[in-house]
């Protein structure tokens, strides 16, 4: 995301696609559909969802243009020599006149995802588990990816690096509990590293984990292994933390998991933590006071905080779970907001996530899969054990098995709705923040005002 106070420029949008800057002087200009106008204390905050540039403006003149611009009452022209006109272009709050910006949205989503040639994997490296999560899905059993699998894996890479198909690769562990089993973990990443070496192509890592597992000692071997990235989550303070996330002997995880997250502070690596909060009404209740814990302790530009609501996905303890309600959950994501904005804490969801495609769903991208213990391929880490979700395998030597007619269920787009269409918020997403219904031939329908209004004052609040 780009900061702008007063068009003094300290960040700049990724730019998705260069815009083509002949004939642009004299040009007639107007307001994206994607953008939002936030009045604020200081005069007004300008987002576009469409480049994720998030403009501060705090001078009397430039707010007094900016209230000209939303009256709407002159037409607007390109002109090289106002600051304020060439600043909101260059950050796509001003687009030309005759884009139809829909059919734009459309044209980037295949200039940027369906052309994307970074393999992404995710690796159910285990369907076990060293905690019990009150509201985890997933059944645990002694299910660990196979020696045959990863060997597949690897010989499958290596296929489709030596034929130039794909020019990276990208590998999320998951599970279970991914680092259950380490040391073939380790073994294979160290693999692919080597192979993204040979060929000379990309490599990246992340890992979905419980955080419990990371103990120093592994933690140094990840990084060794360029496992850089990782999402943890600790749900509020100890004693709510110790409620939701203990261990399958039924103690609590807290004390190990902020051991290990100090470890990890206290190094000089370059590495990234997502600290993800599962909220019920319990752990709302009592969020400034985690939010404090985390900014005495983890005040540090490679941590990064993100939260969800508690959701009821299919797990054995669905009937138990005291969920919210849609405005409820409105309320509590605004009311988190003010908290980490009172402690200056970088959000998650209001940093990449505010970004374009930010909010897409893996399943959707064509160049995005899970594997399964097994070699099983899938698209959504929510229906692990659905049919419809196994949309081929993986041999030994590596050959790709798939059944399009499965595949399509997930991959084909779905914005054309007029939900859609009207949503201010589509770059994000581009209709697929979710498409596990959609698969299964059900119409996913998103609130797109009650998500407008609850974006809006995120932002609003973590930026005053």
Known sequence: MVYVCAFKVYGKAEKIMKQNENNLLEKRLKVSKYTFFIEWDYG???????TGALIKICREKYIDKTKNLLEGSEEIYMDDDDEY???LFDNGILVPYERDEFSYQKFLYEQSIVNDRILKLTLLTTRQCNLRCIYCYEEHSDRFMSDETYAGIINMIDNLFCNRVYNGVGISLFGGEPFYDFDRVYTFLINVKNICEKY??????NATTNGVLVTPERFEKLISAECANYQISIDGIKETHDKHRVKADGSGSWERIMSN????KETSYNFRVVIRTNFDEEIICKADEFYRYIKENFDDRRFVVYYENIKKLGGKNDDALLTMNNEEKTAANISVSEVLA??????????SRSLPFGQMCPAVKHNSYI???????MKCTLAIDDEVNKVGRITEDGEIKLDSDKLSKWMIPNCEHAECRECRLLPLCFGRKCVNAAAHGERFFCNY???????????KKSRS
């Open 200 to 205: 000379q192509c990309s490599y990246t890592c």
């Open 44 to 50: 007004y905050l300008v987002y576009s969802s469409a």
């Open 261 to 264: 997250l100090k470890y990890m």
């Open 449 to 459: 005002t009650m998500r407008e209004t609850e974006f809006r004052e995120m932002l």
């Open 371 to 377: 594997i399964d213990c097994d070699g099983t391929l």
């Open 342 to 351: 009172k402690y200056n804490l970088k959000c998650e969801l209001t940093e």
């Open 85 to 87: 006109i060439r600043t």
